[in-house]
């Protein structure tokens, strides 16, 4: 294997025979580059060979499904990560154009221990990844990341004997078919499919459909250039044209789904959106009736109220909060058993007979929608209005250099940690807990919360706070506690949000 090169420039000889990749691609738990600039197909081949090094170097049975999304590169990226697969001697079964929950499907409906998907998510055009795992239903994070990284940077892949190629024909119907199963609807509901042009147009409305949804399909045509928004289920645009789309047609809810398939946004029967961690506590509050004693993993950017919440406590749920994420997030939920994992984001992630552990948006979906017909009686709406009360900040994100913020970050969870130690409190209220699995999340006494952490991705930190109280007092836990102890670190620049 060539060792990759960092500085090969497009429309010159060394780009069309030596693979660029920029180390910077490797993230906490994919893998993400802008196509040509950070690196080309010979890279993204060096990548396949790297993956396949590596999953034989911890002893796994070298067996990996391959997908990828709807763009008009990602076949191309594909094709070239199998060649280095293949390479590294891989038995590879190509899925063809699959959403990334169809290729975790994969995994366990084609006893293939590993999973590659290409797909960019919800990121504009121009950018490429992949998604991997070699245990299902887990994917890689932070060590996986590193020791591939490894790899593949320093020409450490090893070709093999042995590599072969399978097509998998129809595979798409086999996914559909699994997961319409998990739902059955007994009263009528009209849902909005939102796909933004995205993969999941090719599987949303038929999934819904075959559920007993009477479906409303909002940009479903698949179109690579996305040319209204990108699908993403927490972008504006998008959520303004669920909203609408709502309204026009009298629909119960909106479901929006992202690039890739395993997201799922949610906006009620009056066009509001509900926020994926308050649609998580809706479901906690149904399963659980279900599930006595159920655990549920909700990630640190979520509401306090999965805490405090009196439905959750008479049903003796039990709710561990862990690293924002999606990889952490479900490697969590395998771990502890839980029955569901939530993420702020819109990453859910459901076991047992509602679902394989992976987060998979028609899942989410089809979790909603089950939950809406064991309440005949009430609107999402209506559901919605029936949580306490909370008030949570947007998320705000000083700059702080990528070298520095760890270092930082670590100064001030320590601050926090010595001052619950302490007995000490936040405007008059008692530190309950500091939890520091991702940064720092101070509990209060009456539910309420204060966030810091490091971005995973960016040259910043992420600052979040709730009330249990009211908005004011949710200001007030931003501008009189957490903007002058982040103030007295000169490394963390100006907020540029106000709340």
Known sequence: MQKPRQDIRPNTAEYETLPLVKPTGFREYDARWILEKEINLLGIQALGLGLATYVHEIGQTPKIAVGHDFRGYSLSVKQALILGLLEG????????????????????ALDCPCVAMVTASHNENGWTGVKMGAQAPLTFGPDEMSRLKEIVLN??????????????????????????????????????????????????????????????????????????????????????QMAQKVKET??????????????????????????????????????????????????????????????????GATTVYWKTGHSYIKRKTAELGALAGFEKSGHFFLSGDLGHGYDDGLVAAGAVLAMLDRNPGKSLSELKSALPDAWTSL???????????????????????????????????????????????????????????????????????ESMRSADDMRDLFRKEVKPRLAAHPEIGAFNQEI
């Open 155 to 240: 020409g450490q892949g090893v070709a093999r004997p042995g590599g072969k190629l399978e097509r998998v024909e129809g595979f798409r119907k086999t996914y559909i078919k699994d997961v319409a199963s998990k739902v059955k609807l007994s009263r009528p509901l009209k849902v909005v499919a939102a796909c933004g042009n995205g993969t999941a147009g090719a599987f949303a409305p038929e999934v819904l459909r075959l559920m007993g949804a009477e479906v409303i399909e909002m940009d479903t045509d698949l179109d690579y250039t996305f040319p209204k928004y990108n699908p993403n289920p927490e972008d504006h645009a998008m959520l303004v």
């Open 89 to 108: 001697g891989m038995e590879v079964l190509d899925i063809g154009l699959a959403l990334s929950p169809m290729a975790y499907y994969a995994q366990f």
């Open 250 to 315: 009298g629909a119960d809810l909106a479901l929006g789904f992202d690039g890739d398939g395993d997201r799922c946004g949610v906006v009620d029967d009056t066009g509001e959106e509900i926020f994926a961690d308050k649609i998580g506590l809706m479901l906690a509050r149904d399963l659980s009736a279900l599930h006595p004693n159920a655990t549920f993993v909700v990630d640190v950017k979520s509401t306090g109220l999965y805490k405090t919440d009196e439905v959750l406590k008479a049903n």
């Open 395 to 465: 998320t705000m994100s000083p700059h702080c250099d990528d070298e520095l913020k760890y270092d930082v970050l670590a100064r001030i969870v320590k601050e926090y940690e010595d001052l619950a130690a302490s007995g000490g409190s936040i405007l008059g209220r008692k530190i309950i807990e500091a939890i520091t699995v991702n940064g720092v999340r101070v509990h209060l006494e009456d539910g309420s919360w204060v966030l810091v952490r490091a971005s995973s991705n960016k040259p910043e930190l992420v600052v979040v706070v």
